[in-house]
C-alpha cells in the first residue's frame, strides 16, 4: 500500500509570465483556491497523507506558510529544494530520507483532476506493491503530450514523447505511482539532450520489466493542465461551473480530511473562524451541518 505522496511544485511558469513573474504558478489561484490544493487534494483522495512537497529555493517559504505541516488536515508535509530544473524522476531521490525505499505517488503541481471515479481508482492504484503504474487520457492534439500506445488486451506497448506521428490519442498524465525501486532507477539514467532526467526514460524501464500498469481515465473525467495562460482560464471556468451548478466545493482538503476521519469538527471551526465572511467558511459550516 503506498502512502506517501510526491508534489512538484518547481518551475519558473515562463509560459505564464508576467503572472508568475514574482509568484510561483502553482500558488496562482484556480476559481477560489490556490492551485496546489487541486493535486494535494487527488493525493488525499487516494489515502495518502504524508506528503514531500518540492520547490525552488525562492519559493518554498511561501508554499510552507500555505501550509504548515499538514496538521491542520490530519496530515504530515515536508518539504525540499529542487536547485535547478533537473527532470521529473529527479523528485524520487532529492530526500531519499522521505521514502525510505518505499514505494509512492509522483504528482505535478499544476495539474488538476476531476471524475465520480478518481478516488477508487486511486486507492486501486495504491495497493499494488510492485511496478509502476500511468494514467491515460483521450486529447485530440496527443503530439503535445507523452503517449501511451496499448496492445488489443490493453497492455502498454510503447511510450513516446511528444511524437510527430502518435500511435494512439491517449497522453500519459501528471500522475504516477511507484514501488520501492523507483529511486535506485533514477540512478541509472542518463541525462537527455536537454540535460534533464526524463520521466519516459524511467517508465520504460518498468516497461521492460513487464512492471508497467495503466489506467485510463474514460468519458465523464477531466483532466486539466495549467500550464498556459487559456488553460489556467478554462480550468478556473470549469471549477467555477461545476461548484456553482452542484453547491459542492472541488478540492476542500478540510472536507476531504473529515470525511476520511482525519479531522473533526473543532479543527474545521478554526478554519471557519479564520477564513470569516468567504464564501469557503460558509461552505465549511454547511458541512458541519450536514455532518450533524
Known sequence: MIHKGIVLAGGLGTRLYPLTLAVSKQLLPVYDKPMIYYPLTTLMLG?????L?????????????????????????RYSVQPEPGGLPQALTLDEGFLHGEGCALIL??????GAYLSGTLRRTAQRETGATIFAYRVKDPERYGVVEFGSKGEVLSLEEKPARPKSHFAVVGLYFFDGTASEKVKSLTLSPRGELEITDLLRLYLVEGLLNVEVFGRGFAWLDTGTHEALS?????????????????????????RQGWIGAKEIESVINRFARTDYAEYLKGLLETLG
Open 47 to 51: 489515502g495518502i497523507r504524508n506528503i
Open 53 to 77: 512537497l518540492i520547490s525552488t529555493p525562492e519559493d518554498l517559504r511561501q508554499y510552507q506558510r500555505l501550509l504548515g505541516d499538514g496538521s491542520q488536515w490530519g496530515m504530515n508535509f
Open 109 to 114: 503541481g499544476d495539474n488538476v483532476f476531476y
Open 234 to 258: 478554462e480550468a478556473g471556468t470549469f471549477i467555477e461551473v461545476v461548484q456553482k451548478r452542484q453547491g459542492l466545493m472541488v478540492a476542500c482538503p478540510e472536507e476531504i480530511a473529515c
